[in-house]
């Protein structure tokens, strides 16, 4: 079975500093990897994806996440946060080669602090 | 090209009532997933359509149904609503399987 674990429910960093944001996965099959991000009272946003090819993968805002499969890790990074970060994440894997069935982690709350 | 359409964004109902919830995804996908999100169990997989057929189904009781349009366009119900129904439902609208695209959602509150 697929799962996901997001550790820390809430990161808090300063303004200009480098986010982290953690995720570690449980997949039987070569998995697919995601990075959504939740604005209040708003639906899920990608950020990024993993499928195959590059481990690095960059997405929207200026984020990248770094596919470790000897880690079982997909964390998400940001080299200097902005108060516009500040939002619900989530790091998900779906079970198939497809987005159809996403499996989420519990998500992490990341406030910016000025 | 339009988004993820879910309507309503809000709604109340009291409990043992029935709701329906419509979808309308991004014109050209074929496939639509719905979640139940909640403070307590996160985001949960509901059931996913494709061409008007369920093809996967996550781990809710049989009050929580769903059915897809020749157009695409999805309904989940869900009936004799209890006041832990409450949640934020998201549809997702999957372009080519490898990429969902989120509606807002619609806030159910069930009193």
């Known amino acids: 079975a697929q799962s996901v674990t997001q550790l820390g429910s809430h990161v808090s960093v300063s303004e200009g500093a480098l986010v982290l944001l953690r995720c570690n996965y449980s997949?039987?099959?070569?998995?697919?990897l995601f990075w959504y991000v939740q604005y209040p009272n708003q639906g899920l946003q990608l950020l990024l994806k993993y499928t195959t090819g590059a481990t690095l993968v960059k997405g929207i805002n200026g984020f990248e996440a770094e596919f470790k499969k000897s880690e079982t890790s997909f964390h998400l990074t940001k080299p200097s946060a902005h108060m516009s970060d500040a939002a619900e994440y989530f790091c998900?894997?779906?079970?198939?080669?497809?987005?159809?069935?996403?499996?989420f982690g519990s998500g992490t709350r990341l406030s910016i602090r000025p | 090209k339009a988004g993820v359409t879910q309507t309503p964004r809000y709604l109340i109902k009291t409990r043992g009532q029935q709701v329906t919830l419509s979808c309308s995804p991004i014109s050209g996908h074929r496939s639509v997933s719905w979640y139940q999100q909640t403070p307590g169990q996160g985001l949960q997989f509901l059931f996913e359509?494709?061409?008007?057929?369920?093809?996967n189904k996550g781990n809710f009781p049989g009050r929580f149904s769903g059915r897809q349009f020749s157009n695409s366009r999805s309904e989940m119900n869900v009936s004799t609503l209890e006041l832990g129904d409450s949640a934020l439902y998201l549809c997702a609208s999957i372009s080519e399987g490898t990429e969902a695209f989120f509606g807002q959602g619609t806030r159910l509150t069930v009193v």
């Open positions: 359509y494709f061409s008007e057929t369920q093809r």
């Open positions: 998900a894997v779906t079970p198939y080669s497809s987005a159809s069935k996403i499996i």
């Open positions: 997949s039987s099959v070569p998995p697919y």
